[in-house]
Antibody
Framework: EVQLVESGGGLVQPGQSLRLSCAAS????????MCWVRQGPGKGLAWVAL????????YYADSVKGRFTISRDNAKDTLYLQMNNVRAEDMGVYYC???????????WGQGAPVIVSS | DIVMTQTPLSLPVTPGQPASISCRSS???????????LHWFLQKPGQPPQLVIY???NRFSGVPDRFSGSGSGTDFTLKISRVEAEDVGVYYC?????????FGGGTEVEIK
């Protein structure tokens, strides 16, 4: 059974940093692209970032480019999202998902809440 | 970036009746490999999103056959032939042709 478990969410002050993790099991993690998707309070889904299987290529939404970094450790079957210079509009639930192919996100984690407040 | 537009915003449906959601992209989602990278997700209340339809018309594993997807180029439709109570939630289309990927704004399906 494929499982994706996010961690690292919590309260962060504007301008500060936070790192989310997503531990994967039940799949050959190193074979798949992975992504982060977020959902602001009462809002729709917003795609955040994407990384290829070996971590050499990354893609970002314009809203987070230059502030967020997606990375992975295939030896640890773990995906990361480093969030720097966090803003109020970054608040929400962050989901990691497997991007099986061309956006086909077939497995999702339960989500990690990020609260931005001073 | 490719803009995805969904209609309607809200869709009240009587159980057993059909439902239809439209999704339009700002540019064709047809790839040179012949596939069209348009997917549909459902987010039930309090749950993460789940894949319903991939590449326009392919039902994901375990998805009931009352769900169907159609369309081409820039215009797509998700249909539920007979809505059941378990189908309530927000449906999103998403394009996978380019990064950044982009979602439609969502359509909330509710039971009348």
């Amino acid at each position: 059974e494929v499982q994706l478990v996010e961690s690292g969410g919590g309260l962060v002050q504007p301008g500060q940093s936070l790192r989310l993790s997503c531990a994967a099991s039940g799949l050959t993690f190193s074979s798949y692209w992975m992504c982060w998707v977020r959902q602001g309070p009462g809002k729709g889904l917003a795609w955040v970032a994407l990384i290829n299987a070996d971590g050499t290529s990354t893609y970002y939404a314009d809203s987070v480019k230059g502030r967020f970094t997606i990375s992975r450790d295939n030896a640890k079957d773990t995906l990361y999202l480093q969030m720097n210079n966090v803003r109020a509009e970054d608040m929400g639930v962050y989901y990691c998902a497997r991007d099986f192919a061309w956006g086909r996100s077939d497995y999702w984690g339960q989500g990690a809440p990020v609260i931005v407040s001073s | 970036d490719i803009v995805m537009t969904q209609t309607p915003l809200s869709l009240p449906v009587t159980p057993g009746q059909p439902a239809s959601i439209s999704c339009r992209s700002s540019q064709s989602l047809l790839h040179s490999d012949g596939k069209t990278y348009l997917h549909w997700f459902l987010q039930k209340p309090g749950q993460p999103p789940q894949l319903v339809i991939y590449e326009v018309s392919n039902r994901f594993s375990g998805v009931p056959d009352r769900f169907s997807g159609s369309g081409s180029g820039t215009d797509f439709t998700l249909k539920i032939s007979r809505v059941e109570a378990e189908d309530v939630g927000v449906y999103y289309c998403m394009q996978g042709l380019e990064a950044p990927r982009t979602f439609g704004g969502g359509t909330e399906v509710e039971i009348k």
